[in-house]
């Protein structure tokens, strides 16, 4: 079947502008997981939303970064304001549900000018 | 604090050649154990995972792993490498409802 889809694959911006990152997870998987890979602080998690309990964002590194979920499926990751550091690749991953496997999308690689 | 080592940044093996990669965690509790592998421009994909009873597990593309408790380990194996091993390597953990933690990642390059 589809594994996790993810959208744009990549994203060049200018510093300043706001950017939105989305993902498919796969049907029927209630757990999505939004993480951030850089090179100097490898894999990172970001924002966790399990079915219809409030998301868990105590990864998010600032209040310009924030994540939806509608539907309890398609996920939107918007980072406001972009700087240079926020230049990564994002990788959402999806799971049957809490501490099972996740499965990971091919991540959008961001490039902030 | 909840960590995972991965003690090796790089190696390289002969193709052919038996393959071990380490993985050292710190945890609270026995976690979920998983190794994922990426390789160049690609998402992580789970080669194997370790959640309760046999300490060795049988993954994917001929690889094993050994959960060791007594030294907080989960040594990834294979008896055998080739060329299309080559990639990055990730040890994580976690447990029931949380994000996973990764180490930092070990690459495998491959000789002929």
């Known amino acids: 079947g589809a594994g996790v889809s993810q959208s744009p694959s990549n994203k060049v911006t200018e510093k300043g502008k706001d950017v939105e990152l989305r993902c498919d997870p796969i049907?029927?998987?209630?757990?999505l997981y939004w993480y951030r890979q850089s090179l100097g602080q490898g894999l990172e998690f970001l924002i966790y939303?399990?079915?219809?309990?409030?998301?868990?964002k105590s990864g998010l590194p600032s209040d310009r970064f924030s994540a939806e979920r509608t539907g309890g499926s398609v996920s939107t990751l918007t980072i406001q304001r972009t700087q240079q550091e926020d230049s990564a690749v994002y990788l959402c991953?999806?799971?049957?549900?809490?501490?099972?496997?996740?499965?990971f999308g091919p991540g959008t690689r961001l490039l902030v000018l | 604090a909840q960590s995972v080592t991965q003690p090796d940044i790089h190696i390289t093996v002969s193709e052919g050649a038996s393959l071990e990669l380490r993985c050292n965690y710190s945890y609270g509790a026995t976690p979920y154990l998983f190794w994922y592998v990426q390789s160049p421009g690609q998402g992580l994909q789970l080669l194997l995972k370790y959640f309760s009873g046999d300490t060795l597990v049988q993954g994917i593309k001929g690889f094993e792993a050994e959960f060791k408790r007594s030294q907080s380990s989960f040594n990834l194996r294979k008896p055998s490498v080739h060329w299309s091993d080559a990639a990055e390597y990730f040890c994580a953990i976690n447990q029931a409802g949380t994000a996973l933690i990764f180490g930092k990642g070990t690459t495998l390059s491959v000789s002929s």
């Open positions: 991953a999806s799971g049957l549900g809490s501490g099972e496997t996740q499965y």
């Open positions: 939303f399990q079915g219809n309990s409030a998301p868990d």
């Open positions: 049907s029927g998987h209630t757990a």
